[in-house]
């Protein structure tokens, strides 16, 4: 099984009452299956850390909190498919993303699948 650390922050991606407001959120949707000795949280808090401002290493106190909570993504709606997989919905502050990231995830599509 494998170790979990209780130094990890990922719990504090998790709010299931949060209403994301389109907006001002980008919203996502996972599929997610935890790895045995793992809880759905413990997965999807992950994946939310490292797609808004989560890292995998440790940050030291020197950077600002407050404002690090405020961009942080939040997973915030369950769906349990029965089958060990889960469907997350997590949201993440736009402001996050940086200026012309859409049209660049566009062109790098376009010319994938163009041939």
Request: charged share 30%; aromatic share 14%.
């Amino acid at each position: 099984m494998p170790e979990k650390f209780d130094f990890e922050t990922y719990h504090e991606y998790i709010d299931r009452t949060f209403k994301p407001d389109p907006d001002d959120h980008v919203i996502a949707v996972f599929r997610i299956k935890p790895a045995q000795g793992f809880t759905i949280d413990d997965a999807a808090g992950g994946v939310v850390a490292e797609s808004s401002t989560g890292t995998w290493t440790t940050i030291h106190n020197w950077y600002d909190r407050e404002r690090v909570r405020m961009l942080s993504g939040r997973s915030c709606e369950f769906l349990d498919l029965k089958d060990g997989s889960w469907i997350v919905k997590i949201a993440c502050p736009v402001e996050l993303l940086r200026k012309g990231i859409f049209q660049d995830c566009w062109r790098a599509l376009r010319e994938m699948f163009s041939g």
